[in-house]
C-alpha cells in the first residue's frame, strides 16, 4: 500500500507505455510543453468535465470524478462515469447512491482525441481508472469505454485479467522509475515528432563525446557557410 504523498497521476501510465524518457522529463525533470496533439486532448476533457452532473431515465452521470488508489499509487480524475440502476439482488458489481434508491453499476466513459491506437497504452489508463473507483467503492466494474473524437462513437474495453495485470506492472514500473530520480537517455523513433517534448527531449542529438564534438563540428560548419 502507498501513502497519500506517493501517489503518482493515472495520465503517467501512458505516458511511461509511450516512452520511458517522457515520463522521466515529466514527473522527474518537471518539464511540459503543449503542441496540437495535447492542446486538443486537453480541451476534449475540459469540455467533458464543465457540463456538470445530471440524470438521464435510469443513469446517473458524474463528470470530472477523482480518483485514487492506494493500492496502486495512483491519482487522477475520470471524465465521466454513469451510474446504471438495475434490478439484480446486491452484489459485487453494483453499488448504492447516497440519498438514491436503488443500486447502481458504474460505468467509466474516457474522451480521446483522434483514433484509437493500435496498442494498449489507452486501455491500460482506462484500466487504472477503473481499478481506482473499484478500491473506492468496494464494487468489480467488468468493461469500461472510450469516445473517441474522430469516429464519434464508443469503443467498449473488457477489463479483463490480462489488462489488470499489464496495468499493474505498468504501474509498479511508474513508481520504480521514478523513485530512481534518473532520466533515461534519448532514443529517437518515428513517435518522437508527435511528442511536445521534442525541443527539451533532442532525440536526434549524438550520444557520446566524439558524436557530439562531430554534431558541433558540422553544425558551425552548416552556419559559416551561410
Known amino acids: ?15 511511461l507505455a509511450f516512452c520511458e524518457r517522457q515520463v522521466a522529463l515529466i514527473h522527474i525533470e518537471g518539464l511540459w510543453e503543449e503542441n496540437v496533439y495535447t492542446a486538443e486532448g486537453k480541451i476534449l ?10 440524470a438521464v431515465g435510469d443513469i446517473r452521470i458524474a463528470r470530472g470524478l477523482r480518483l485514487r488508489s492506494l493500492r496502486l499509487g495512483l491519482v487522477g480524475v475520470a471524465d465521466v462515469v454513469e451510474f446504471h440502476r438495475v434490478d439484480s439482488p446486491v452484489d459485487k458489481a453494483s453499488v448504492e447512491l447516497p440519498g438514491i434508491k436503488g443500486r447502481w453499476e458504474p460505468f467509466i466513459v474516457e474522451y480521446k482525441r483522434g483514433m484509437p491506437k493500435l496498442d494498449r497504452t489507452d486501455e491500460v489508463q482506462l484500466c487504472a481508472q477503473a481499478m481506482c473507483l473499484e ?15 474522430k469516429p464519434r462513437r464508443r469503443d467498449i474495453v473488457n477489463l479483463d485479467s490480462s489488462l489488470r495485470e499489464e496495468t499493474e506492472k505498468i504501474a509498479l514500473h511508474l513508481h520504480a522509475l521514478i523513485d530512481s530520480e534518473k532520466t533515461p537517455v534519448a532514443v529517437y523513433s518515428a513517435k518522437c515528432e508527435r511528442c511536445s517534448l521534442i525541443d527539451h527531449c ?8 566524439a558524436s557530439v564534438e562531430n554534431y558541433l563540428r558540422n553544425a558551425l560548419s552548416e552556419n559559416e557557410g551561410k
Open 135 to 149: 478500491e473506492m467503492l468496494d464494487v468489480d466494474i467488468t468493461s469500461s469505454a472510450f469516445f473517441y473524437g
Open 45 to 54: 476533457h475540459e469540455r467533458a468535465h464543465e457540463e456538470g452532473s445530471e
Open 202 to 209: 533532442l532525440p536526434r542529438m549524438p550520444r557520446g563525446r
Open 1 to 15: 500500500m502507498y501513502t497519500e504523498d506517493d501517489l503518482l497521476p493515472i495520465s503517467g501510465l501512458q505516458h
